[in-house]
């Protein structure tokens, strides 16, 4: 499998932030725009569905705290074009390629996840988990999982303790490519174009995304 992940974003001065401060932004569980993906009254109900399974574990379960957890959301595909009309303002944005594996090694303490779709909430999975006596990290587990008609997006997520509404500072060298969107403006184009001339992003490779010529789908031209 690649090393590379994308981040598709909208041309707007908080997405160029990325490059400007060089931070990458944690999500709270609370802000996700799909609400089955962490509702608190699913996820109660789960949790107390998982400690009638695993009675061994129910007073750690009931001190799990969700409330500080961040997460860094990503594909590994770039050549989805529903991801680009729902991530990239119809296509008038771009998208970021990070380099993983420099991602993973930056972010000691960020588990890395490659999420797994399903149309039932985890319950029966992470109670085995419980009963082989793997308990650390269960609360993350439930991150782990999505409903199964968001499988289009193959997500893979980068998931941190305390970074719930975060930034959190990287290396230019950890971002390996930019892609504008079939739709971005050229002036769009020419001012991040501006900000990747710097010496800090002279790696970075840069393409134009167009349709196929003769499937719909998207190819990917280098411009530098």
Known sequence: MSSSIFKYKKFEDKSLSIFKELKIW????????????????????????????????SSEISLLDFSQIGVFSTSRTRKNQLMWSHYADEHRGFCIGFDRLKLEGHLKDVTSVDVRYQSTYPISEISKKLEAGAAENIDLEFLKYKYSYWRYERE?????RNLGGKGVEIDGKMIRSVAFGLRMKEEDKSRLREILSSSEFSHVQIYQSECNDDKFGLKFTRLN
């Open 26 to 57: 944690f999500a709270g569980v609370d802000s996700f725009n799909d609400p089955f993906d962490f509702d608190s009254k699913l996820l109660k109900a789960s949790l107390e569905q998982v400690k009638n399974i695993c009675e061994n574990y």
């Open 156 to 160: 893979w997520r980068l998931i941190g």
